[in-house]
Protein backbone atom coordinates (compact mmCIF):
# COMPACT_ATOMS: atom_id res chain seq x y z
CA UNK A 1 0.00 0.00 0.00
CA UNK A 2 0.88 3.40 -0.37
CA UNK A 3 2.71 5.30 2.45
CA UNK A 4 3.89 8.62 3.33
CA UNK A 5 6.37 9.08 6.16
CA UNK A 6 7.70 12.22 7.99
CA UNK A 7 11.39 10.67 9.91
CA UNK A 8 11.34 13.60 12.53
CA UNK A 9 8.29 13.19 15.03
CA UNK A 10 9.35 15.73 17.12
CA UNK A 11 11.52 18.65 16.73
CA UNK A 12 12.87 21.41 18.87
CA UNK A 13 14.89 24.36 17.70
CA UNK A 14 16.01 27.58 19.24
CA UNK A 15 14.35 30.98 16.92
CA UNK A 16 15.98 31.80 13.74
CA UNK A 17 17.75 28.41 13.56
CA UNK A 18 16.96 26.54 9.95
CA UNK A 19 14.44 24.07 9.85
CA UNK A 20 13.84 21.02 7.57
CA UNK A 21 11.14 18.45 7.82
CA UNK A 22 11.57 15.38 5.72
CA UNK A 23 8.84 13.93 3.87
CA UNK A 24 9.21 10.49 1.46
CA UNK A 25 5.98 8.76 -0.44
CA UNK A 26 5.71 5.46 -1.77
CA UNK A 27 3.74 5.45 -4.71
CA UNK A 28 6.11 5.44 -7.67
CA UNK A 29 3.16 6.78 -10.25
CA UNK A 30 1.92 10.80 -10.74
CA UNK A 31 1.67 12.49 -7.14
CA UNK A 32 0.07 15.69 -6.18
CA UNK A 33 2.19 17.00 -2.66
CA UNK A 34 1.12 18.79 0.19
CA UNK A 35 1.99 20.20 3.49
CA UNK A 36 -0.37 21.24 6.05
CA UNK A 37 -0.05 22.97 9.38
CA UNK A 38 -1.63 22.70 12.78
CA UNK A 39 -1.28 25.17 15.32
CA UNK A 40 -2.16 24.46 18.78
CA UNK A 41 -5.99 24.73 19.08
CA UNK A 42 -6.16 25.38 15.52
CA UNK A 43 -7.56 24.02 12.08
CA UNK A 44 -5.69 21.97 10.07
CA UNK A 45 -4.62 24.55 7.56
CA UNK A 46 -2.13 24.37 3.85
CA UNK A 47 1.24 25.55 4.07
CA UNK A 48 1.88 24.67 0.35
CA UNK A 49 1.50 22.49 -1.94
CA UNK A 50 2.73 20.95 -5.52
CA UNK A 51 1.75 19.56 -8.85
CA UNK A 52 3.85 20.44 -11.77
CA UNK A 53 6.20 22.69 -12.91
CA UNK A 54 9.07 24.04 -10.77
CA UNK A 55 9.63 21.38 -7.89
CA UNK A 56 10.72 24.38 -5.56
CA UNK A 57 7.66 25.58 -3.90
CA UNK A 58 6.85 28.61 -1.78
CA UNK A 59 4.09 28.53 0.88
CA UNK A 60 2.91 30.95 3.45
CA UNK A 61 4.99 32.17 6.14
CA UNK A 62 8.87 31.93 4.42
CA UNK A 63 7.97 27.94 4.20
CA UNK A 64 8.84 26.48 1.34
CA UNK A 65 9.37 22.78 -0.30
CA UNK A 66 11.56 20.93 -2.70
CA UNK A 67 9.78 17.89 -4.94
CA UNK A 68 12.68 15.81 -5.49
CA UNK A 69 11.12 12.61 -7.85
CA UNK A 70 14.75 10.48 -8.03
CA UNK A 71 14.02 10.61 -3.74
CA UNK A 72 10.39 10.40 -3.55
CA UNK A 73 10.88 13.47 -1.09
CA UNK A 74 9.16 16.63 -0.42
CA UNK A 75 10.81 18.33 2.54
CA UNK A 76 9.93 21.22 3.67
CA UNK A 77 11.86 24.12 4.72
CA UNK A 78 12.25 27.85 6.42
CA UNK A 79 15.73 29.50 6.71
CA UNK A 80 14.49 31.09 10.10
CA UNK A 81 11.90 30.05 12.56
CA UNK A 82 10.12 31.74 14.70
CA UNK A 83 8.48 31.02 18.20
CA UNK A 84 5.13 31.16 16.10
CA UNK A 85 5.80 28.22 14.21
CA UNK A 86 5.53 25.74 16.63
CA UNK A 87 3.08 23.61 15.62
CA UNK A 88 2.44 20.19 14.34
CA UNK A 89 3.09 19.46 10.35
CA UNK A 90 1.88 16.87 8.26
CA UNK A 91 2.68 16.21 4.76
CA UNK A 92 0.32 14.59 2.14
CA UNK A 93 0.21 13.27 -0.47
CA UNK A 94 -2.58 12.31 -3.31
CA UNK A 95 -2.24 10.05 -6.15
CA UNK A 96 -3.29 10.71 -10.06
CA UNK A 97 -5.02 7.85 -10.59
CA UNK A 98 -8.54 7.22 -12.22
CA UNK A 99 -9.71 5.37 -8.98
CA UNK A 100 -9.09 8.25 -6.96
CA UNK A 101 -11.57 10.73 -7.80
CA UNK A 102 -12.48 12.11 -4.52
CA UNK A 103 -9.34 12.79 -4.16
CA UNK A 104 -7.89 10.83 -1.30
CA UNK A 105 -4.98 11.85 0.85
CA UNK A 106 -2.45 10.63 2.59
CA UNK A 107 -0.97 11.63 5.62
CA UNK A 108 2.35 11.19 7.29
CA UNK A 109 2.56 10.91 10.72
CA UNK A 110 3.37 14.32 11.66
CA UNK A 111 6.15 16.35 12.78
CA UNK A 112 5.34 18.22 16.08
CA UNK A 113 8.20 21.33 15.99
CA UNK A 114 8.96 23.34 18.97
CA UNK A 115 10.28 26.56 18.83
CA UNK A 116 11.90 27.65 21.63
CA UNK A 117 11.99 31.59 22.31
CA UNK B 1 -13.85 31.76 3.26
CA UNK B 2 -14.93 28.19 2.79
CA UNK B 3 -16.32 27.09 6.83
CA UNK B 4 -15.91 23.79 8.02
CA UNK B 5 -18.37 22.87 11.03
CA UNK B 6 -18.25 20.09 13.35
CA UNK B 7 -21.15 19.68 15.95
CA UNK B 8 -18.90 19.39 19.05
CA UNK B 9 -15.51 19.96 20.19
CA UNK B 10 -15.24 17.35 22.75
CA UNK B 11 -17.48 14.69 23.22
CA UNK B 12 -17.65 12.25 26.52
CA UNK B 13 -19.89 8.98 25.57
CA UNK B 14 -19.77 5.51 26.72
CA UNK B 15 -19.15 2.37 25.72
CA UNK B 16 -21.72 0.80 23.91
CA UNK B 17 -23.58 4.22 22.96
CA UNK B 18 -24.11 5.06 19.49
CA UNK B 19 -22.53 8.45 18.32
CA UNK B 20 -22.84 10.57 15.68
CA UNK B 21 -20.56 13.60 14.80
CA UNK B 22 -21.71 15.73 12.63
CA UNK B 23 -19.81 17.56 9.88
CA UNK B 24 -21.47 21.01 7.76
CA UNK B 25 -19.69 23.02 4.74
CA UNK B 26 -20.45 26.13 3.20
CA UNK B 27 -19.26 26.05 -0.12
CA UNK B 28 -21.02 23.64 -2.03
CA UNK B 29 -18.15 21.26 -2.05
CA UNK B 30 -18.22 17.60 -3.84
CA UNK B 31 -16.41 15.86 -1.72
CA UNK B 32 -16.24 15.28 1.84
CA UNK B 33 -13.91 13.12 4.10
CA UNK B 34 -13.91 11.61 8.21
CA UNK B 35 -10.56 11.25 9.41
CA UNK B 36 -9.07 10.47 12.50
CA UNK B 37 -5.79 12.14 13.84
CA UNK B 38 -3.91 9.72 16.26
CA UNK B 39 -0.80 10.72 18.28
CA UNK B 40 2.46 9.10 16.22
CA UNK B 41 0.42 7.65 13.24
CA UNK B 42 -0.99 11.34 11.70
CA UNK B 43 -4.60 11.31 10.30
CA UNK B 44 -6.36 8.02 8.45
CA UNK B 45 -8.87 8.58 6.42
CA UNK B 46 -12.36 6.97 7.74
CA UNK B 47 -14.54 7.63 5.36
CA UNK B 48 -15.44 9.85 2.54
CA UNK B 49 -18.19 10.74 -0.23
CA UNK B 50 -17.89 12.28 -3.73
CA UNK B 51 -21.62 12.85 -3.83
CA UNK B 52 -24.73 13.08 -2.30
CA UNK B 53 -25.78 9.54 -1.19
CA UNK B 54 -22.28 8.27 -2.45
CA UNK B 55 -19.79 6.74 -0.15
CA UNK B 56 -16.44 5.19 0.03
CA UNK B 57 -14.20 3.08 2.80
CA UNK B 58 -11.56 5.01 3.63
CA UNK B 59 -8.21 3.08 5.19
CA UNK B 60 -10.09 2.18 8.58
CA UNK B 61 -13.73 2.24 8.15
CA UNK B 62 -14.49 -0.59 10.51
CA UNK B 63 -17.00 0.38 13.31
CA UNK B 64 -17.91 3.68 11.68
CA UNK B 65 -20.60 4.23 8.89
CA UNK B 66 -21.26 7.50 7.05
CA UNK B 67 -24.21 8.94 6.34
CA UNK B 68 -24.56 11.93 3.35
CA UNK B 69 -28.39 13.24 3.01
CA UNK B 70 -27.14 16.42 1.68
CA UNK B 71 -24.34 17.57 -0.06
CA UNK B 72 -23.60 20.25 2.82
CA UNK B 73 -23.36 17.79 5.49
CA UNK B 74 -21.50 14.51 6.07
CA UNK B 75 -22.42 12.85 9.35
CA UNK B 76 -20.17 10.02 10.81
CA UNK B 77 -22.24 7.19 12.81
CA UNK B 78 -20.07 5.02 15.73
CA UNK B 79 -22.54 2.28 15.94
CA UNK B 80 -21.29 1.25 19.53
CA UNK B 81 -18.52 3.49 20.67
CA UNK B 82 -15.34 0.98 21.94
CA UNK B 83 -12.62 2.94 24.28
CA UNK B 84 -10.38 2.25 21.08
CA UNK B 85 -12.62 4.95 19.28
CA UNK B 86 -10.94 7.30 21.91
CA UNK B 87 -9.51 9.94 19.14
CA UNK B 88 -9.83 13.59 17.61
CA UNK B 89 -12.05 13.39 14.73
CA UNK B 90 -11.54 15.60 11.76
CA UNK B 91 -14.09 16.85 8.87
CA UNK B 92 -13.27 18.14 5.68
CA UNK B 93 -14.42 18.90 2.15
CA UNK B 94 -12.49 19.65 -1.42
CA UNK B 95 -14.15 20.75 -4.70
CA UNK B 96 -14.64 18.65 -7.74
CA UNK B 97 -13.51 19.73 -10.96
CA UNK B 98 -11.88 18.30 -13.71
CA UNK B 99 -8.44 19.64 -12.18
CA UNK B 100 -9.98 18.21 -8.71
CA UNK B 101 -6.84 17.31 -7.79
CA UNK B 102 -5.73 20.81 -7.42
CA UNK B 103 -8.23 21.78 -5.04
CA UNK B 104 -6.99 21.68 -0.87
CA UNK B 105 -9.38 19.98 1.30
CA UNK B 106 -10.55 22.52 3.86
CA UNK B 107 -11.13 20.87 7.69
CA UNK B 108 -13.16 21.64 10.42
CA UNK B 109 -11.99 22.08 14.10
CA UNK B 110 -11.80 18.58 15.19
CA UNK B 111 -14.06 16.72 17.89
CA UNK B 112 -12.46 14.98 20.64
CA UNK B 113 -14.08 12.12 21.50
CA UNK B 114 -13.58 10.49 24.84
CA UNK B 115 -15.14 6.65 25.06
CA UNK B 116 -15.21 5.80 28.60
Known amino acids: AQSVSQHNHHVILSEAASLELGCNYS??????LFWYVQYPGQHLQLLLKYFSGDPLVKGIKGFEAEFIKSKFSFNLRKPSVQWSDTAEYFC???????????????FGQGTELSVKP | DVKVTQSSRYLVKRTGEKVFLECVQDMDHENMFWYRQDPGLGLRLIYF???????EKGDIPEGYSVSREKKERFSLILESASTNQTSMYLCASKSYSPRDRLYEQYFGPGTRLTVT
Open chain 2, 49 to 55: SYDVKMK
Open chain 1, 27 to 32: YGGTVN
Open chain 1, 92 to 106: AVNEEAIYNQGGKLI
